[in-house]
């Protein structure tokens, strides 16, 4: 079965950071597309930023500077490190795998697998 | 700064029929936006429903159909049920970068 297991609940003081993992199974990790997305309380989804499975990244530019995405392949577990954060990262943070590919000529993208979020807590 | 626009909120009556809709800043949705929607209930993740415009996964409802209607992307709901009352949110792609717009809560009543 296809999994993406994530860290525990965080909490964090203002300015500190923090590193989600997210851990995948029963698929070739190494061949896929894997994406960060947050949801704050009460609100919509966010996209954050991919890391393709050269470790090429594309981060959101809300994001830019402050987030760093990371794959390790020995152990299929993809990072997320937020820095310097504030009251409103305060959100659940979800891994997603990207499925692409050609399907009868027409090119296809799909986030089809997700993490069951994390919790962190920026609070003083 | 590109914004993705839902309706915020619709409401349907069981077996009734609703269209959703995703809008870009940009311009007209096309296809090279590869659309995708995503259904999300209370606590738990979102899951995936559509891709790609009008794709479905194995898991995907029938009655769940995607297509680009006046511009925009579409979602629409065919013999609504109870349990399709959540949240939906679709997703565009901007080249390396992907948008989601602000959701569409869904009450079936």
């Known amino acids: 079965q296809v999994h993406l297991v994530q860290s525990g609940a965080e909490v964090k003081k203002p300015g500190a950071s923090v590193k989600v993992s997210c851990k995948a199974s029963?698929?070739?990790?190494?061949?896929?597309?894997l994406h960060w997305v947050r949801q704050a309380p009460g609100q919509g989804l966010e996209w954050m930023g991919i890391?393709?499975?050269?470790?090429?990244?594309s981060y959101a530019q809300k994001f830019q500077g402050r987030v760093t995405m990371t794959r390790d392949t020995s152990t299929n577990t993809l990072y997320m490190d937020l820095s310097s954060l504030r009251s409103e990262d305060t959100a659940v943070y979800y891994c997603?795998?990207?499925?692409?590919?050609?399907?009868?000529?027409?090119?296809?993208?799909?986030?089809?697998?997700w993490g069951q979020g994390t919790t962190v807590t920026v609070s003083s | 700064q590109t914004v993705v626009t839902q309706e915020p909120s619709l409401t349907v009556s069981p077996g009734g029929t609703v269209t959703l809709t995703c809008a870009s800043s940009?311009?007209?949705?096309?296809?090279?936006?590869?659309p995708n929607w995503f259904q999300q209930k209370p606590g738990q993740a979102p899951r995936s429903l559509i891709y790609?415009?009008?794709k479905k996964h194995s898991w995907t409802p029938a009655r769940f159909s995607g297509s680009l209607l006046g511009g925009k992307a579409a979602l629409t709901l065919s013999g609504v049920q109870p349990e399709d009352e959540a949240e939906y949110y679709c997703?565009?792609?901007?080249?390396?970068?992907?948008?989601f717009g602000g959701g569409t809560k869904l009450t079936v009543l």
């Open positions: 997703l565009l792609y901007y080249g390396s970068a992907r948008l």
């Open positions: 790609s415009t009008n």
């Open positions: 997603a795998r990207e499925s692409s590919g050609d399907l009868n000529f027409s090119y296809y993208y799909t986030m089809d697998v």
């Open positions: 029963g698929f070739t990790f190494s061949s896929y597309s």
């Open positions: 940009t311009g007209a949705v096309t296809s090279a936006y590869y």
């Open positions: 890391i393709n499975p050269s470790s090429t990244t």
